[in-house]
């Protein structure tokens, strides 16, 4: 197990989300293999908001795809909600709800066509799928747009679609890779909001930010991670104490070996 700081709240808990020895290999052309994920190990739990943070190229991304099982790991293993990434991953598709910043709608469909099609691949039809499509356009107050085409959308709009889609099916599990990315300020306020709304109905989400006012309001505990590795995991209050660091951006240049700014460094 990696030797990190965890939070002693979390030890009476069952886990929802779970990874140990978490492994990722590619091959690059030039570069061979390139390992991307070095046995990282997690353990998100109900009603927790999880903050996955990192420098670009650390493996947050990567571990993110394994866990959505959109990516096969090469080693190790992790399950939601009980279930095998590597074994089932289309039952762990039905556990979880996936939102990146660059998750695209398809154009020519409807809002409420694709609430239709997403409800289908997750098993839903008939009674069933048509209240499940109603409860998510009054819940998301997309009546105004639900039957006019993805394409003709405001970005807003299609945000509030595709975070619809992601949470049709009332998934324990909810991934968010940088789900405010190219967001104005309002949008990503709705979706702050909207995070702080799943963790009250008990959702597990895990949510990767470069923003780290975001990570200071709305994470339970957070997990840093650079070079494939997890360095640690606490509370802000649990990491500020292990690095001696007031604010998250200190911390989290203790943690990847970046020395903090003092007011010595400001320009005169």
Request: charged share 25%; with cysteine; aromatic share 4%.
């Amino acid at each position: 197990m990696t030797d990190v700081a965890e939070s002693v709240s979390t030890e009476t808990r069952v886990p929802v989300l779970e990874a140990e020895g978490l492994i990722k290999t590619y091959k690059d052309p030039e570069r061979g293999e390139v390992l991307a994920v070095k046995g990282l190990d997690l353990a998100c739990y109900p009603g927790e908001v999880f903050g996955l943070l990192g420098p670009n190229g650390a493996g947050k991304t990567t571990t993110l795809r394994m866990l959505a099982s959109i990516l096969a790991p090469t080693g190790g293993t992790a399950r939601v909600a009980g279930v095998d990434v590597s074994l089932n991953p289309l039952e762990v598709r039905r556990r979880i709800g996936f939102l990146s910043g660059s998750t695209g709608l398809y154009g020519r469909l409807t809002a409420r066509e694709t609430l239709e099609y997403f409800g289908r691949l997750h098993g839903m039809a008939g009674d069933e799928l048509d209240a499940a499509v109603k409860t998510t356009l009054d819940a998301f107050d997309l009546h105004a747009f639900a039957d006019g085409r993805c394409e003709g959308l405001s970005t807003g709009q299609k945000q509030r679609v595709s975070i619809a889609r992601a949470v049709l099916h009332d998934p324990p599990v909810l991934i968010l890779d940088e789900p405010t990315t190219g967001l104005d300020v309002l949008a990503a306020s709705d979706m702050i909001r909207f995070i702080e709304g799943r963790r009250e109905a008990g959702t597990c989400v895990i949510l990767s930010t470069h923003v780290l006012s975001e990570a200071e309001r709305l994470c339970d505990r957070i997990g840093i991670v650079n070079d494939g590795r997890m360095l640690a995991i606490g509370t802000l209050e649990d990491l500020k104490e292990q690095t001696g660091q007031r604010w998250l951006e200190d911390v989290f240049k203790v943690l990847v070996g970046i020395k903090p700014a003092t007011t010595e460094d400001a320009p005169s």
